[in-house]
């Protein structure tokens, strides 16, 4: 096995090449980011003389989800060391332990761990273990917290990504606004990464842009209009041409000569009156600064009375100068019905002035929009571009944790099973191999779990597919085609390349395009089977009726 | 003004002393930490020649509120300054920006920023500002997003923590457990500190504890349990005594005798019978590696008929030994049942073997917990000493984001007003100071909002209170006590010391304790009353006035 434990190359990048593991993202992702009572059990173990036990865990989705946060931990395990400082803080905090166990961790790294998985945004189902990690026991029960908590976010997160992409359709422009809302510094870095591998366009958030070279967008605040009074607070008031042929000297007389026209439109029939002078000042001064650029708030005064008549103004201001104003961002109100009208001004114009596509201009949308909003404003019908999203994105608001857990599934080759009396969170146990069979219509039908001794499934071969509880659940299924789920990540290949997170998004882009739109439709998705093979399921009902004790009525 | 900007002196710490500032704890809070539109209205601002306009912004909190977050936000500022990194990838993502300003952003750091707050800790109420910060308008453009992020997520799981505590009562440990569900890791770090600050006794998180200085809980999961499956496999079965005048050979004998005992005792009318040895191996092995510490996860198989007992047994061992176990902790099933029926066997066992304080053996909960589900066990009646909490607790999962923004409310010394539809949302304009009144019987009776020129209200002199916007509401009070709410944090002081950890934790629980308790209950709570003063109530009409555009009906 080629141990890469402890390299320290280039850490995350942008590049749409694969790379070599790098650096955790977070440089709080260190060997101490775990549960206080992981150490104790590594103590245990180390004390039991167990350490070396080799343990087989799963960590399960609870729901349809987009698996993320794979990289992470394989950044997490490939930089895997105990510090002399971590050393000495562990020490004070557990001084019943042995100095001995302290040598164990000062050694310790992932050497001699082995991480299978699903690739990283690939679209998974309840009960499919995401990933397997198998060493000893005492090293993978220091994993068992951070991969959780580096997984569980993610995976959570990239899919409501997914689920508002599904929702507002193929065409629409999505950008992430969540950094204020998010967890703290990272809680919105981690937010912009999987939003953007879920289908999202854009984020806000310009570290995000500088780590993971996302694409930034985004447009000024209510605040930056109320900053301005009049038009007399604009100093240089010259703007140079988009050819660079000539120079405007007062671009703001120009824009003021735009209102007027736009005021006295025939088309419009003067709907537009006075408009505030301190938005068109803050406007102007806008596009001064971003001619190339210019996104205009319309919202911070009224909307239709002054918002989009200063935007055209100052819009057309631009046009004679060669430039093309980029569009408008609608923060609150009627979001359906001031688009609508909004764009009815943007085609007048463009009639009226014959300005070719100044109807098109781009309509953002962005206040507190969610899954439910955005379809709402469908069945509506509306005029919107683009959305931005923030608050129910990043945290998300309509279920706020996903409950993925790591299980122990084998220990020493022995399998371990987790009873409950809730027959969801018994665990399937032992060392298994997961496909994924795929129907005539290129669809998938069905994952199965088999037994790791057992042959794969063959396409076009039947095999018996049964349901992990129910004993009348089965069905015969003859797959066109086969893939197998868990892939080796660590150490097993010479040097690990993780793909992109450009690649990332693209695989789960297509995987959600591939399955049966019934599966991931909004309102009573049909379920997604998972089952087990014949073998699997004896071995699972057998080892139950050994473990769990008889019950006595009295 | 003594800038300290840049000072690098030492990071977060956990010592109960005041310390100075230091680095932010999360790496990732640096100055590209913010929106893009913030520099493109940096630049914008730049290139209006409006970059050294001081403006004065205000971030609200949404609800009742323990405000957090404050020292995180200086740091951020003390260390705020762009790298060439930073220039280089910001002039990448910008190239319409003149090369000056990026001159002008090489030499921007917030030595000329002054920031006034409420101490972090502190109980607030909507409408009041929780903190000014004034200054060039481009760099306050600057600082709006990190503060909204660093704040918006403190202040939220502060206020999480506090409610919990109050649910649960002052007896009660509380533990937090949310590493696995945090926002990765840092989100998980700042969960961990807020928690404590809120009023939690301990985390899970070891980064934390090593960073703040939190302490340490936390008790072994069931995989640890599941990883055993007899007693042959503890390899040293001996323990020294407490006292160290003694070894016990085969510790694992002895807990099997005192398992006999449990089992044939007649207190306990034979209710045990067979228990699971995979268990009981798993709690011996434990407690040889903790025998000061031993607390035991008693549902992996079956509380009542197996890690009840085996637990016991363990536990009578230890105690022949010299040691006492710490408890049991209960991860699943109904929770109030449970606790009580394993104190009832507590119990007996203490007067059955004469065991002092066996009875008072600790039992902790931790399944899915919450303030909703704390609330109903205390309604059933419960023996549980010890909630762990995760999930709800750091996801904030019945409300995953606090509305705090962040409103220019001056500008150059001119007002700022932000209006809406809702006007709930229509901004307090202009600089202000505020105050909290307090009455006769020490409970405060009202936040008072006034201009900067007015004077202060005094202890005995009546003053009217307004509603802000509902001109019929209105009161005179007279106040036992006066407590001006907004401190200078930046630059004032010579050199800033901020209070610790364990000292705004002490405030936060301090604040609580001293609001009427109709403010706090759980249920109905009554609105606590934010006002202005008379001559702020007509400042703010007026302004609204002459900025609001007046309709037309058609």
Sequence with gaps: ??????????????????????????????????????????????????????????????????????????????????????????????????????????????????????????????????????????????????????????????????????????????????????????????????????????????????????????????????????????????????????????????????????????????????????????????????????????????????????????????HDLGYKASGIRLDSGDLAYLSIEARKVFRTLEKEFNVPAFGKMIITASNDLNEETIDALNKQGHEVDSFGIGTYLVTCYSQAALGCVFKLVEINSRPRIKLSEDVAKVSIPCKKRCFRLYGKEGYPLVDIMMRESEPSPKAGKRILCRHPFLESRRAYVVPQHVEELLQCYWPDKPRVELPSLEEIRGRCMQQLEKLRPDHIRRLNPTPYKVSVSAKLYEFIHSLWLNEAPVGELQ
């Excluded at 332990?97 to 992932?110: G, N």
């Excluded at 806008?286 to 200063?310: C, E, H, K, Q």
């Design 1 to 318: 096995m080629a141990a890469v434990a402890g390299s320290a190359s280039a850490g995350a990048n942008g590049s749409a090449a694969a790379h070599r593991v790098g650096a955790p993202t977070n440089p709080m992702a260190t060997a101490l980011l775990t549960d206080q009572y992981q150490f104790s059990m590594a103590y245990a173990y180390w004390k039991a003389g167990k350490h070396a036990d080799r343990a087989v865990k799963n960590p399960f989705g609870g729901e349809f989800t987009v698996f993320a946060g794979l990289e992470e931990c394989i950044k997490f395990i490939a930089n895997f060391k105990f510090t002399e400082d971590d050393i000495l803080f562990l020490q004070s905090v557990m001084p019943m332990c042995e100095d001995a166990f302290f040598d164990y961790l000062r050694k310790t790294d992932c050497s001699d761990v082995e991480v299978y998985s699903i690739p990283e945004g690939s679209v998974v189902f309840p009960k499919v273990p995401l990933m397997r990690v198998e060493g000893p026991v005492a090293v993978v029960q220091l994993l068992e917290t951070p991969f959780v908590n580096l997984i569980n976010y993610a995976s959570l997160v990239t899919t409501n990504a997914a689920r508002h992409r599904h929702v507002a359709g193929k065409s629409k422009v999505l950008l992430e606004f969540g950094l204020r809302r998010a967890q703290g510094p990272d809680g919105a870095i981690s937010a912009s990464k999987y939003c953007f591998m879920g289908g999202f366009d854009a984020t806000s958030n310009v570290l995000a842009g500088n780590l993971f070279g996302i694409p930034l967008r985004g447009t000024h605040s209510h605040a930056y209009v109320s900053s301005y009074m009049s038009l007399d607070e604009i100093p240089d008031k010259s703007l140079k041409s988009k050819d660079g042929s000539r120079v405007c000297k007062d671009f703001v007389s120009l824009v003021k000569e735009w209102l007027q026209k736009i005021q006295l439109a025939d088309s419009l029939c003067g709907v537009f009156g006075e408009t505030n002078q301190s938005e068109l000042a803050a406007f102007a001064s806008y596009a001064l600064a971003f001619p190339t650029n210019f996104l205009a708030l319309v919202d911070t005064y009224d909307v239709m009375r002054s918002g989009i008549p200063n935007f055209c103004a100052v819009a057309l201001a631009l």
